[in-house]
């Protein structure tokens, strides 16, 4: 029997490569997961804080951007599928004579599949564009969508052209352990996109500037002083140019690490609720999530790598090539979007967790449970988010805690406020 890696392809190695893999997922999530996620959420009745009318139609909203953005990814699937079997011949064909040149025409495998990938989900993508605009979250003209879609879709074939490019490489180099040196470059990936993306990539899309002097600079400077965060700089990002909805996050490491604040966000709500946001990014950086995000990354990309090694070998094989041609990169690359979509399951789990952590420092941060709460309402109807989410499906994929939950953690936290003060 012949043999692709360092285990062989043999469905019992896959299924306990599979089975490994999704194991030391769980372990890092509970490894990584922080301590302190507050107390448990009280009961909360949605229609005691939110409008049900709106409520309901935010969660018809969200289903089916969710159904779509699952559209999308079953689309990609397919594609790969099809590619690897060899379909259309005449592309196979095309990648067949790339191979007299295997790693440049490993990078232009890479960069016409990430092309084509794009243009396919393209249809899906505009429906769920055109129900943000109908429901008015988004600001956004058709010319505008088409033009990020058209910035986007370069970054993804440069990096797809990159990626193909050191697969290959690797394969031909390292036949039997390029999987583990696969893993090594997802984490180097990692860090460096955390890296360079706020200063390379996010500016092709928004502008960033230095948030001015006024309350929102001094209530940041002032939140980080009392928490003894090193918060780097805060910026204001023109987000109001795509959507009247509001957000803000925590970018960066070392010289890139970085606040931003949706300029939606400084304009549209008061001091209080302000000062809950920027709490919470603050928790994020206290609790030095983003490098939490990439050492999960680093656990469970080993065993990741491999499950594509051996799954991603047997289905080039069912096509009739093998690893390190261009012919291959289909089949592997339908094997990086599966296990990197179940891996994402347990990084949802985690980042439900490290919010939650999140909220819990900012409630001690501020102590100011009702502007927290006005915050998730806030939150709730500018983004049209779906306040209390069901189904396995959701619970799957959310990577926030939800909103009622959130609610219920103020309350909680406003309780046992009370009942220490009581006493």
Known sequence: MPSSGPLGTGRGRIVAAVLAAALVAQLAVLLLSPGDTGPDPAAVATSDFLDPVRSERAGDFREGQRNLGLAGLGIEIVALGLLAAGRPQRLRRLLERAGGRPLLGAAAAGALISVLLTALALPVGYIAFQRSVDIGLSTQDAGGWLGDRGRSAAIGAVLAALGALVLVAAQRRLPRAWWLAGAGVVVAYAVVITWLAPALLKPLFN???????????????????????????????????????????VDGLGSSKRVVLYDNLIDGVDEPVLRSVIAHELGHVAHRDLPRGILFVALVAPLGMLVVALVGGAIARRGGTTAGLPAAIPSYALAVTVVSFGLGLAGSQLSREVEASADAFALELTDDPRAFIELQKRLAAANFSDPDPSGVVDGLLRTHPTTVERIGTAIAFESSNRLHEQR
């Open 207 to 249: 502008d960033f500037e230095p948030l001015p002097e006024g309350p929102a600079r001094e209530a940041t400077l002032e939140l980080a002083d009392r928490a003894g965060v090193d918060v780097g700089e805060v910026y204001r990002v023109d987000a109001s140019r795509r959507s009247t909805g509001l957000n803000a996050y």
